[in-house]
């Protein structure tokens, strides 16, 4: 038996699947000594284990001598796989598939070269090394040119240096329904340009005519490009409460960027049912 595989029970699932699945991907193979199909998938998986060296973990688990194990994770027929990641199971295949199949499902899991340079490039980023996270995602990119999320990670990076040409190029090249972020990256672009005009005299211009749309719509531009979002969405509602049609009914087109650039949570909820009341 390979060092990479093992038998689990229900006294060691926790430590040998959950836990250890937050270190690598664990696949647990849920099998019984009277199942035909299990004796053909069974040295699949186990060679595959020594094949790939330690990227994966197999949990070889009998559900004869398991059932509540199996029934607590939806087992109803073997073989029956299911693969762990961060603790949380995330693909699953029933009966006995050819090698070439059970390997594609296991490079779903495993991450590749490129993704590994995207986790040190994420880390170099939180650590405030933008050049030197820059430099892993341009390797990434050569690694793999198609990776969507490498050139939405680099656009990021640029919007933080405030370079946003090569930003708006990056995700430009990105197709807008090939990752959630590309939306919300684009609405940031929309509010980059904002961050150096003047809050004080906005401020000053809205509190001497409440009516100086230009001037709410410059100040909730800048609110937004400097994270204050509530204070900006509100002055984008105002915008529309006061006139509709002003600017092509840009306050409502920029609440909606800016619901996009959010992606979602209790004050996006709370702005949407604001705006959809000031509409009606």
């Not at 299990?38 to 688990?61: H, T, V």
């Not at 087992?75 to 949380?88: E, L, N, T, Y």
């Not at 940031?188 to 340009?193: E, H, N, Y």
Request: glycine share 8%; hydrophobic share 45%; net charge negative.
């Amino acid at each position: 038996m390979s060092e990479h595989a093992l038998d689990v029970g229900l006294a060691d699932f926790t430590q040998n699947v959950l836990e250890e699945s937050k270190r690598r991907p664990v696949v647990v193979d849920f099998w019984a000594p009277w199942c035909g199909p299990c004796k053909s998938l069974k040295p699949i998986l186990e060679k595959l284990a020594a094949e790939y060296g330690g990227k994966f973990l197999l949990a070889k688990i009998n559900s004869d001598d398991n059932q509540e194990l199996a029934a607590r994770h939806g087992v109803r027929g073997i073989p029956s796989v299911k693969a762990f990641v961060d603790g949380q199971m995330v693909d699953e295949f029933s009966g006995a598939l050819p090698e070439g199949e059970v390997r594609a499902f296991l490079d779903r899991l495993i991450p590749s070269p490129a993704d590994e340079l995207r986790a040190q490039a994420a880390d170099a980023r939180m650590a405030g090394d933008l050049s030197g996270a820059l430099r892993l995602l341009a390797e990434a990119s050569k690694l793999d040119p198609h990776d969507v999320g490498v050139r939405l990670d680099a656009a990021e990076i640029m919007l933080d240096l405030n370079e946003t040409g090569e930003a708006e190029r990056l995700i430009a090249s990105v197709p807008a329904d090939a990752d959630p972020r590309a939306a919300q990256l684009k609405a940031r672009l929309q509010f980059a340009g904002a961050a150096g005009a003047d809050d004080a005299a906005l401020r000053a211009r809205v509190a001497a005519n409440e009516n100086d749309l230009d001037a709410r719509l410059s100040l909730a531009n800048l609110l937004i490009a400097a994270g204050r979002y509530e204070p900006g969405m509100e002055q984008l509602l105002e915008i529309v409460r006061r006139d509709r049609s002003f600017g092509d009914d840009v306050g409502r087109k920029t609440l909606l960027s800016v619901f996009n650039l959010l992606g979602g949570g209790e004050l996006v909820s709370r702005y949407r049912r604001m705006l959809a009341s000031a509409l009606n």
